[in-house]
């Protein structure tokens, strides 16, 4: 799977919205750790959720 972001880029999980804006902390392998404004530090797996890059202007 192709990760199109990179550390310090923030995301958003369409599936949970109430959880915020998150910012990615780091990249190991399909792992993803994301710190959200609402729901606090995730490690997630991309390969089971979808995570979509927010451009920094559009926040």
Partial sequence: MLIDFEP???VKNPANSEWGIGQVQSIIGNKVTVNF????KRVINIE???LE???K???
């Fill in 8 to 10: 310090g880029d923030y």
């Fill in 37 to 40: 404004e609402n729901f606090g």
């Fill in 48 to 50: 089971n959720v979808k």
């Fill in 53 to 55: 890059k927010i451009v």
């Fill in 57 to 59: 202007n559009t926040l």
